[in-house]
Each structure stands twice: as C-alpha cells, then as structure tokens.
Nanobody
Framework: QVQLVESGGGLVQAGGSLRLSCAAS???????MGWFRQAPGKEREFVAA????????DYADSVKGRFTISRVNAKNTVYLQMSNLKPEDTAVYYC????????????????WGQGTQVTVSS
C-alpha cells in the first residue's frame, strides 16, 4: 500500500510559477512516480513521470520545457516545478505511483493522491 498526498496548488497568474509536492508513505522503494491532471469536462491526461533513481523522466508535449519533475527519495517526496504557466494548465493535479516498466498511461498506475487544484488566470 502507498499513500500519496499532494500539496502546493493554488491560484497563479499566467507566466508565473508554482511547485507541487507529493508526499508518499508506505511502499515507495523502486516506484515509478507520475503527475497527471484533469480539467473540468476533460479526461485525465499525463503530465510527467520519473523513475526511482531520477535519471529517467518523461513529459507530455504540452508541458515539455516548462515543467520539471524531480524526487527526493530520502524525503519520500516527488515534485513538479511548473514555470511559465498558461491558463490551459488549469486543472486538478494528481500524483500517482506504480511498479514495473515506465509508463505515461494512467490506467497502469496503482496508487493515487486526492489531487490539488491549480488555477492559472489570464
């Protein structure tokens, strides 16, 4: 069992920055961690993922170059640094964990947090 709790969401103006955190407890060793988001009326979409060692990262094309995923295993925490935010980034952001091969598909992740709201104003 893995428990995930997101934090750091809020309201920010377009062009601004925000850092999301995901605190994990339970079984975290060797996990792949991902960030997903879901806007009202839209399906959940992949944002970024990172392997246990931190050397393998994946990003959705829509956030590449603007978002950075990282993790500090000693703190059992994964981060999503978001820069140059756009109104299109407005969504509930979720962190997730899985075990196995790298994946950008939400259905392949086993554990999910409650989500944190990110709102980007024009």
């Amino acid at each position: 069992q893995v428990q995930l709790v997101e934090s750091g969401g809020g309201l920010v103006q377009a062009g601004g920055s925000l850092r999301l955190s995901c605190a994990a407890s339970g079984r975290t060793f060797s996990s792949y961690m991902g960030w997903f988001r879901q806007a009202p009326g839209k399906e959940r979409e992949f944002v970024a993922a990172i392997n246990w060692g931190g050397g393998i990262t994946d990003y959705a094309d829509s956030v590449k170059g603007r978002f950075t995923i990282s993790r500090v295993n000693a703190k059992n925490t994964v981060y999503l640094q978001m820069s140059n935010l756009k109104p299109e980034d407005t969504a509930v952001y979720y962190c997730a964990a899985r075990y196995g091969y790298r994946s950008s598909q939400g259905n392949e992740y086993n554990y999910w947090g409650q989500g944190t709201q990110v709102t980007v104003s024009s």
